[in-house]
């Protein structure tokens, strides 16, 4: 994109309050605008690029259509022209939308005689073309992108949050015992050791942070929602995605 920031870049610990505004400033006029393109690209240049990238099965092909649908959709104000928060969260509301891009950009390229998108068959990727239920492999492999993404933003924020106040031994035991890549958890004695922190003083203090980065978590997914009632659903289906 030309004059574009880098989508998979950005500082993904600041967004404005919503998905919906975040759009809405991204595809505005004024000094703001280049902040929220580059804002909005790194929030959701994962999941955009997985939807797709499940349908076409084609890395070049799907790089393409990624950064056309960036171009086309987002900075042109379409995706906010077609914007209806209250029809329900940002999430069904961008993976429709990706779906009829990507609908569209087939039939015109079957008109003109040049189809380069061919959808793979063995994965199911025709599906996301139809007008009926989609496969279950691009469903799940936006989902889990998007999850991906929520994750990261929320994580950024705790930690940004307990670096503000002073608090980043408690931000790495939280990474310790629950972000840790062996299959095992760490005991709460072997997290605070290096420390010098006891069972108790190490549990207490994940914990303060881990009840923190559910706050922030549920709060993000009631912004997009618009309700806590919504964020609950959100979070559960979401929830399920990682089962």
């Known amino acids: ?48 690029r997985a939807y797709i990238g499940a349908i076409v099965r084609d890395p070049e092909q799907t790089d393409e259509l990624t950064q056309s649908f960036f171009e086309r959709a987002v900075l042109s104000g379409r995706l906010l022209n077609a914007a209806d928060r209250s029809k329900g969260s940002f999430r069904p509301f961008l993976k429709q939308a990706l779906r009829n891009f990507v609908k569209d950009h087939f039939r015109r390229e079957r008109t003109a005689g040049s189809a380069t998108v061919r959808p793979d068959a063995g994965t199911h990727g025709w599906d996301g073309l139809t007008d009926g239920p989609q496969a279950a492999s691009v469903e799940t492999e936006y989902d889990r992108a998007w999850v991906r993404n929520l994750l990261e933003v929320a994580l950024s924020r705790v930690a940004a949050a307990c670096a503000a106040k002073g608090q980043d031994r408690h931000f790495q035991m939280f990474c310790g015992r629950y972000l840790h890549e062996s299959g095992e958890q760490p005991s709460w004695r072997d997290l605070g050791q290096p420390f ?7 549990r207490n203090r994940t914990e303060t942070v881990a009840r923190h980065f559910r706050f922030v978590l549920r709060q993000m997914l009631a912004e997009e929602t618009g309700s806590g009632a919504g964020a609950d659903v959100e979070l559960a289906e979401l929830l399920g995605v990682l089962s």
């Open 1 to 48: 994109m030309d004059g574009s920031p880098d989508p998979r870049k950005g500082n993904v610990g600041l967004f404005p309050q919503t998905s919906w505004t975040l759009l809405a400033a991204a595809a505005g006029s004024d000094d703001g605008r280049a902040a929220a393109r580059e804002e909005f690209f790194a929030r959701y240049y994962r999941p955009v």
């Open 196 to 202: 010098d922190l006891d069972e108790k003083a190490a």
